[in-house]
């Protein structure tokens, strides 16, 4: 009996150091660079994030600004406003995971520019210029987007803003989109993000480290004790029940790191208006890269329908 117990307790130790292990990898703060290895040169998308990167350097010769705000938890946040002779028609961009503005929206940025819109570039927690050292996957940072939606709200007072996310900022939008946003906000678009965080992580784990299930359930009591976040409750299908925004869904249909059938639930669960592109041959966050004509005739159709409605 005492050797069933010792070896239970050698058990569920082992269990919980590999709950901590797999919660820091999932969550942990890792800044990558481009220039440091972020992605090798023989990767598909290694010319085209250079090409975005190019493409964010050449949007910075436009007047623009540092933002910065403090989270609901203290953080120090930031962002870059690029009016562009706008006082009414806005893009809020939200990053995805371990990424920046500059790797996942520096031609789209331009491609919004050249429609004349104003944009809000924001650097996600945990992520660069802004602080923290542990990444929720929604759970707070939907918060965060919720307050520089606020800050354009306030300064502009006229304005109308669309939230455009990928990846994880995808899942942070649409999150988001549950919240009490500003009567602003008209819009929503949501480019391969996934389902729930549980369901994310669950899945990267099981892929890419080959851990079972209980592995990430012991990790999401880590993120409950040290983040205060449940990854069961940062659900998309849940918060796009609750609103009744316009949304548009991206996906590629050879996405390994977000299941393509994760956008078509969360297109499958949400309110009001919605439109899904899928987008044949691409992989995750490459959307734009692999059909750059479709991907940006949907955003312009999108942005320019919601932006043109009046009186709502």
Known sequence: MLIAVIVLLILLLFLALGGLVAFLCACLRRDRYLESGFLAADNPKYAYVQSCMQAQA?????PHEDVWLTSFD???????????GQRER???MMHGYHSCP????GKLARFYESLGYG????TQRAHRESEGRLITYGGKEQYDCLFFCRH?????????????GISMGGATVMLAGALDLPVHVKGLIDDCGYSSAFDEIAYTARQRMHLPVIAVRAANLFSRLLTGVCWHNVSVPEAVRRNTLPKLFIHGEEDGLVPYEMGLANYKAAAGEKTFISVPRAGHAAAHLTDPEKVEKALRVFTETVFAKTGE
């Open 58 to 62: 050449e949007l910075q010769n436009s």
């Open 74 to 84: 203290g953080k120090k946040l930031h962002g870059v406003l690029f009016p562009n």
């Open 90 to 92: 806005f893009v809020l």
């Open 102 to 105: 500059a790797y996942d929206f």
């Open 119 to 122: 944009l809000l570039l924001v």
């Open 152 to 164: 354009l709200a306030a300064r502009y007072p006229a304005c109308k803003i669309i939230l455009h």
